[in-house]
């Protein structure tokens, strides 16, 4: 499994950004994935190792045969290195975390090149940090444990 960006048409429960918005999701989060007309849906949960979080009914502009294989790519490195802001532009610090534990990717508002990462610390912890990274990036932080910038 990897992770994957999307054009996100729908999220319930959540408002999106614009009518539409870019996210990367981690591809072992995701189940009943299904073709919905000319997209596909799928539901989401953040961390599937507990039973109280509630799966998002997602609904991305592709569908399911054209995300299927960058969604079925192996992971590269076990660990990837993040390197944390706390504001656009600050200095960073180093944070090395499993590729696996990160659950989503979202765009710091009005940036290209910044974006929120949650991940998964321990057993049911949620962290948010921003990265100077582009969703891009993430995807290929999923595959080699390091950004491509």
């Known amino acids: 499994m990897a992770l994957i960006q999307a054009t996100v048409k729908s999220i ?5 950004t614009g009518t539409t918005q870019s996210i990367v999701f981690n591809a ?3 189940f009943d994935w299904e073709d919905f ?37 192996a992971w590269g490195d076990v660990i990837c290195k993040l390197p ?8 960073t610090t180093d944070r090395y975390i499993p590729v696996r534990s990160i659950t989503w990717a979202e765009l710091v508002d009005g940036q290209t090149d ?5 991940y998964n610390e321990g057993g049911f912890k949620n962290v948010r940090v921003m990265v100077p990274f582009s969703l891009n990036d993430m ?7 390091t950004s491509s910038s």
């Open 12 to 16: 319930t429960g959540r408002a999106l």
């Open 37 to 73: 007309g000319a997209d596909s849906r799928f539901r989401y949960v953040f961390n599937p190792n507990d039973r109280r979080d509630k799966a998002l009914l997602v609904t991305i502009d592709e569908a399911l045969s054209a995300k299927i294989s960058s969604a079925n790519t």
């Open 139 to 145: 995807v290929y932080v999923g595959s080699t444990g």
């Open 28 to 30: 072992e989060h995701i």
């Open 84 to 91: 944390v802001e706390t504001s656009v532009g600050g200095s």
């Open 114 to 118: 910044h974006v929120y990462v949650t």
